[in-house]
């Protein structure tokens, strides 16, 4: 059983609206929490870190939020633009050297 | 800005051959690590190196090999393709202190088709 779980596994919205991304994690404990974008065909890229201290963290119109009595977290991506249109990776870091991924939600954002 | 350089975005090669993947990253970084993401799989480590000639084995090693002979690049190679090797293989990188422990940094991705 995959230990960070993703939902939805796709998503389209209308350009303009908001939406939200859910991740759930058993992984415990870790370092920190990060969503990755990863446009297609290119690696991914970081979006926000969170430690296991942190509620909330905003980048743009990116804002991610961790509950860690849940195992919890959440992209709430705000007034969408064409360009967000990607593969948004949950990732649950444990130390430097070892990490694990979520299988990713897919949005699509149309004109 | 961290930058991580796959030698191929595109390869093709044919079942057998030997292929190279080869990865630099210019940050000085301690651990490095090569991934593969198929559809529906998400990313799966194949081997990570945390120092120049050392490397440990990830989930799916088979079929794969690595070295490190220098601590800014990272090689795949796989010494007989297979057809089950189509893939596209991330590489990335992440200090091993600092604000940024643990975030990876990733190449572009290089996608590898074996016929």
């Known amino acids: 059983k995959n230990q960070v779980e993703q939902s939805p596994q796709s998503l389209i919205i209308l350009e303009g609206k908001n939406c939200t991304l859910q991740?759930?994690?058993?992984?415990?404990?870790?370092?920190?929490l990060r969503w990755y974008k990863q446009d297609t065909g290119r690696g991914p890229v970081s979006l926000t870190i969170m430690t296991f201290s942190e509620n909330t963290k905003s980048n743009g119109r990116y804002t991610a939020t961790l509950d860690a009595d849940t195992k919890q977290s959440s992209l709430h991506i705000t007034a969408s633009q064409l360009s967000d249109s990607a593969s948004y990776i949950c990732v649950v870091i444990i130390n430097a050297g070892k990490s694990t991924f979520g299988d990713g939600t897919t949005l699509t954002v149309k004109p | 800005d961290v930058k991580v350089t796959q030698s191929s975005r595109y390869l093709v090669k044919r079942t057998g051959e030997k292929v190279f993947l080869e990865c630099v990253q210019d940050?000085?970084?301690?651990?490095m690590f090569w991934y593969r993401q198929d559809p529906g799989l998400g990313l799966r480590l194949i081997y990570f190196?945390?120092?120049?000639?050392?490397?440990e084995k990830g989930d799916i090693p088979e079929g794969y090999s690595v070295s490190r002979e220098k601590k800014e690049r990272f090689s795949l190679i796989l010494e007989s393709a297979s057809t089950n090797q189509t893939s596209m293989y991330l590489c990335?990188?992440?200090?091993?202190?600092?604000?940024?422990?643990?975030?990876?940094?990733f190449g572009e991705g290089s996608r590898l088709t074996v016929l």
């Open positions: 940050m000085d970084h301690e651990n």
């Open positions: 190196s945390y120092d120049v000639k050392m490397k």
């Open positions: 990335a990188s992440t200090p091993l202190t600092g604000y940024n422990t643990g975030e990876l940094f």
């Open positions: 991740c759930n994690y058993t992984v415990s404990p870790f370092s920190n």
